[in-house]
T-cell receptor, first 114, second 112 residues
Framework: EAQVTQNPRYLITVTGKKLTVTCSQN?????MSWYRQDPGLGLRQIYY???????DKGDVPEGYKVSRKEKRNFPLILESPSPNQTSLYFC?????????????FGPGTRLTVT | QKEVEQDPGPLSVPEGAIVSLNCTYS??????FMWYRQYSRKGPELLMY????GNKEDGRFTAQVDKSSKYISLFIRDSQPSDSATYLC????????????FGGGTRLMVKP
């Protein structure tokens, strides 16, 4: 089954404790991205990657890191989480071309930083 | 002012009603317009996609774009309880996945 998986689905942590949210897709998509979703603000892009070893900042990259060492994986790293990073996070992947460039979203990771 | 504005709702309608969901935007360079549907505790999924102005129909769903007014709409005919979800509009300047700007989403509830 074609899918994007994220782990963990739920995470409660404390300020300053480094964490990683994993994302993996099995569709051989070149493009992957991370979003955060906050009430009333919609989805805002954190980072994206056009291919292996190619990453770039989205709209809200501060406090986050990413890496793309393999085509299927795109982990999101919070080196020193803060309470304002409490949010719902989505990973997405898509082909680089095609009408509408449909993005396939993962199920989301709900992060709480206390 | 946000680049893309969307009424958060919730919008509550009876089953069978025609639903109208709307977004306004400020960036005149947007050319690609999408509607995503997001069920509770799920990731968004692409529902409709249109390029530039005009209408596009897919079953009970019609997407409409008016670039002169910077206004897009999604109409749902014969609404069903299974249509209850949050609907997010998204748009971009180019056909590249890294440039999507989303609205805040409208929560729709269709009551049987």
């Amino acid at each position: 089954e074609a899918q994007v998986t994220q782990n963990p689905r739920y995470l409660i942590t404390v300020t300053g404790k480094k964490l990683t949210v994993t994302c993996s897709q099995n569709m051989n998509h070149e493009y992957m991205s991370w979003y955060r979703q906050d009430p009333g603000l919609g989805l805002r892009q954190i980072y994206y990657s056009m291919n292996v070893e190619v990453t770039d900042k989205g709209d809200v990259p501060e406090g986050y890191k990413v890496s793309r060492k393999e085509k299927r994986n795109f982990p999101l790293i919070l080196e020193s989480p803060s309470p304002n990073q409490t949010s719902l996070y989505f990973c997405a992947s898509s082909t680089r071309t095609g009408p509408g460039y449909e993005q396939y979203f993962g199920p989301g990771t709900r992060l709480t930083v206390t | 002012q946000k680049e893309v504005e969307q009424d958060p709702g919730p919008l509550s309608v009876p089953e069978g009603a025609i639903v109208s969901l709307n977004c306004t935007y400020s960036n005149s360079a947007f050319q690609y317009f999408m509607w995503y549907r997001q069920y509770s505790r799920k990731g968004p999924e692409l529902l409709m996609y249109t390029y530039s102005s005009g209408n596009k129909e897919d079953g009970r769903f019609t997407a409409q774009v008016d670039k002169s007014s910077k206004y897009i709409s999604l109409f749902i005919r014969d609404s069903q309880p299974s249509d209850s979800a949050t609907y997010l509009c998204a748009m971009s300047e180019g056909n590249a996945g890294n440039m999507l700007t989303f609205g805040g989403g409208t929560r729709l509830m269709v009551k049987p």
